[in-house]
């Protein structure tokens, strides 16, 4: 409870949007680093983040299935977020697409879920080259336009990832385990990113209280 009373005095607000043919967002933050274990944030994510599709292409069936970086930080004093970092992550609902071929489709009337993942790197090695233990799903999707509070823990060699309601009613816990480093709890700050193949095909906004 403290922690929660702590983080509401102190919350500061922020959008952010990453514009068609883009993968950074927008405005750019000022660098912002960390020391303590616990670090929270309450986010919302606009309604194109349940509904945005990658045009037919080479990748599209790859960038329709990869993940987008919500919100994190690096691990581990020192270490860049491509070594050491625990992030979430999200995607369109996959049960919304149909993979055939190498391309994708939409089925009709579909809702727009939004699905969430923790990610981590540990001693550079890649998240997606390790899926179910530096890649894990979560159950839990989520609906855009609605907040949702993100919680990490930083121990010694786990974080722990937590998903909340906007109410702080509990929703679901992974963890992930991590190489033992110096000042694990130090590191900096991983705001709204989309793809890393293909651009955003639309504007997707996240909106960020911290």
Partial sequence: MFFILL????????????????FYSSPELKFESK??????AKIKLGSSAGLYFIPQQDEQARCMASWNKLW????CLG??????????????????????NGMVTEKEGCGKLIELAAYAYDNSEEPFNNQGRLLIQLNTKILPEIFY??????????????????NMNHLESKAIQHRKC?????????????????????????????
């Fill in 35 to 40: 020391s303590s274990e616990t670090v929270q």
């Fill in 182 to 210: 110096f000042q694990h709890q130090s590191g900096y700050r991983l705001t709204l990113y989309f793809g890393g193949v293909c651009p955003a095909p639309t504007e997707i906004m996240g909106y960020y209280i911290v």
């Fill in 79 to 100: 270490s860049q977020h491509h070594e050491d970092s625990d992030r979430f992550v999200f995607r369109r609902d996959q049960s919304c697409l149909t993979y055939k």
């Fill in 149 to 166: 509070n993100y919680r990490l823990i930083f121990l010694d060699t786990i974080t722990l990832y937590e998903l909340y309601d906007e």
């Fill in 7 to 22: 983080t509401l005095a102190f919350a500061k607000e922020y959008q952010l949007i990453v514009y068609e043919g883009n």
């Fill in 72 to 75: 994190g930080y690096s691990r």
